[in-house]
Every structure is written in C-alpha cells, then in structure tokens.
C-alpha cells in the first residue's frame, strides 16, 4: 500500500460521508481500514529509516575504522608500507674561472617512488686545464702543463681543512706552524720578487687559495618548499671532521618533484669546474604520496 493509496480512500470516506452515499457502519468500517494502512504504512517508514540509519552506521563504523589505521599505522615515514630501495641524486652546475654569479640546475626524482633524503654532501670537482689558475704552480712544473689536476675532488669549501690541518697546510717558507688567512688564501701576486729559477711570481698565493667557497640554497620545484629559509654557507654541509651532514629529519621528495639546487659563489672561483651536489637516501618504491600517508591532503602525486 502507498501513500497514494491511503489519499484516495481518505478522499472516498469524506465523498461517501458528504453525499451520504453509505450508511454510519460503512463509513466507520473504511475509516478503520485506512488507520490500519495508515499504521501499516508508518511501520513500513519506520522499517525504511532503520535499514537507512543501519546503513549510515556502518559506513561511519568503517570510516572510523581507517581512520584509527592511519592514526595508529601511518604516524611517521618509516610505517608507510613499500621497499626501500638506497639512492643518490646528483645535481651538476659548471662554473668558469673567476665566476661569481648565481647557476642553478635540477634533477627530476622518477617515478619509481618518493625520495627521502638522509645526508647530504657538496663535492667541487677541478677542470681546468690552464697553468697559472693553481697556485704555486711553478714550484715543481717545468714547460708545459701536461697533468693538470682536472676531475680532482674537493669540497665546496676550506672550512674541513681548516678544522683538520690548520697550521700543516702551509709551506715552510710563509711561516710552518704559524698560520694566517693571508698566508692560506692570499692570491697577491708581486712580480718584483725574486726566485730561483723556474720563476715564481705567484710566491703568494697560499695553498688554499685553490679551493672554492660557495653559498647554497635548496627548493622543491614548484611548491614553494625551501630545504634553507634563504642561501646557506657550503661549511654549514659539512659535519664534524668534513662529514656528510645528517640531516635532522628526513626530507622527502615526492615522485615526479624537481630538486632544484642554486649555487653562489662567495669568492671568485679559483678554477674552472663542476660543483658536484650529492643527496643520499633512499626510495620507497610504489604508487606512494608521503603527503597522502600522512595525512596532509591530495598534495603532489
């Protein structure tokens, strides 16, 4: 029985009542069938809203279910499920001799998973060719520069060899064991002094004069996240003893992100070469968003 229906034989026991069409005992016996619909249809409705309300509490249930999965499976980096996998990125950005402006280039992270970033380490790799770019370059070169130093690695900056050698980087003749920035890094040339032959005029310059020195900065393509609120020293990437840096927390990339690594030269750049900026981790393989797992919305991919 509908709603319909019960209007119409409600409409029928008030036309039947007004043209006196049935008698008292007919009218009373259709008022009573249309309370017994009437209280058939309310238990119907009644059947209806609790299979809906069922239905409502077993979807919360469910939700409430995933949602303690996650509260209590998915806290931190390490539950998100998937293998890990060790990984290195490498971003390269050539610099001239006597450079001093800011490059930058990138590496893509691919698609195979989300990077995260456990140390990283700026390696300076030298390629240059040019003889009187290196300091003291005459001391034991006669002639033509037939084994220049090209594709040595060193870091990004002097700070490790300052920590580590200090007073036995420099030569006996600027002052064994009594070292000074002048003596160190000095590129003074004076062309009136006097030196046994092969001539010497760069006598000055100090030997870590060859050693670049530069500011960096690291963003996510695209999303406005820095690794670095503004450009940072090269010494700040280097731990104890010239060690990789640790980083706090592990930094991630999501798969598909751009690493973009800016680089400044704080002196002119002693030599023509490459920095070479290295981050270590590791991948979690798999259709993953780090965002996603842990519950920052439908960030990335």
């Excluded at 820095?226 to 731990?239: E, H, K, M, R, S």
């Excluded at 979690?284 to 960030?299: C, Q, R």
């Amino acid at each position: 029985m509908s709603y319909q229906d019960i209007e119409q034989n409600i409409k029928k026991a008030i036309d039947a009542t007004q043209s006196q069409s049935m008698n008292q005992s007919q009218v009373q016996g259709l008022v009573l069938d249309i309370q017994k619909e009437l209280n058939s249809y309310k238990e119907y409705l009644l059947e209806q809203k609790k299979k809906q309300l069922d239905q409502l509490t077993y979807i919360s249930e469910n939700l409430k279910g995933i949602a303690n999965f996650l509260a209590t499976n998915v806290k931190d980096l390490e539950d998100i499920p998937g293998v890990r996998t060790p990984k290195i990125y490498e971003v390269d950005i050539d610099f001239d001799y006597q450079d001093t402006s800011l490059k930058f280039n990138s590496v893509e992270i691919n698609p195979e998973g989300p990077f995260l970033i456990t140390q990283i380490t700026p390696l300076w790799m030298i390629d240059d060719s040019v003889r009187d770019h290196y300091a003291n370059f005459n001391y034991d070169l006669v002639g033509t520069f037939d084994k220049p130093p090209r594709g040595l690695i060193t870091p990004c900056t002097a700070y490790p060899m300052l920590l580590n050698v200090l007073g036995i980087t420099n030569p006996a003749n600027n002052g064994y064991t009594t070292p000074s920035y002048a003596q160190l890094f000095n590129r003074y040339t004076d062309t009136t002094i006097v030196a046994p032959p092969p001539t010497n005029r760069n006598t000055q310059w100090g030997p870590l004069s060859d050693i670049p020195e530069f500011d960096f900065q690291i963003e996510i393509a695209g999303s406005g996240r820095y690794f670095t609120n503004q450009p940072i020293a090269a010494a700040t990437l280097y731990g104890y003893m010239g060690y990789p840096m640790f980083t706090g927390v592990q930094g991630w990339a999501e798969r598909g992100d751009k690493i973009v690594i800016n680089a400044t030269p704080t002196v002119p750049v002693p030599t023509k070469g490459r920095v070479r900026f290295c981050l270590h981790g590791y991948q979690i393989l798999g259709d993953i968003s780090i965002n996603k797992a842990l519950g920052y919305g439908v960030i990335g991919k």
